[in-house]
Nanobody
């Protein structure tokens, strides 16, 4: 079992940058495929980015590709989401997620594939 805690959210102007962190405790995070999702008020939880156990593969939602970068440092049991060129439509609560994975290349892009979730971090982008 793994516990996830996000940090790094906040308020930023359009065009600015933020970096989210997701610290994992419990079992080593290198056993897990991980991802980021976001949920705006009144909307469903949407896929943002995903990364395989050893970071050999990554994937992004079309809306963030080229602006966001997902990475992980398994030695620190931490995953990151670097968000650049932020837009007001990026405003949401951002959640990190993890799922046990036996495949080094697994990329998981839907919420129902994940069993572990953080509490969420608010990101607000003002225009």
């Amino acid at each position: 079992q793994v516990q996830l805690v996000e940090s790094g959210g906040g308020l930023v102007q359009a065009g600015g940058s933020l970096r989210l962190s997701c610290a994992a405790s419990g079992r080593t995070s290198s056993s897990y495929a991980m991802g980021w999702f976001r949920q705006a008020p009144g909307k469903e939880r949407d896929f943002v980015a995903a990364i395989s156990r050893t970071a050999l593969r990554t994937d992004y939602a079309a809306s963030v590709k080229g602006r966001f970068t997902i990475s992980r440092d398994n030695a620190k049991n931490t995953m990151y989401l670097q968000m650049n060129s932020l837009k007001p439509e990026d405003t949401a609560v951002y959640y990190c997620a993890a799922a046990p994975s036996t495949n080094l290349f697994d990329i998981l892009t839907t919420p129902d594939q994940y069993g572990y979730w953080g509490q969420g971090a608010q990101v607000t982008v003002s225009s």
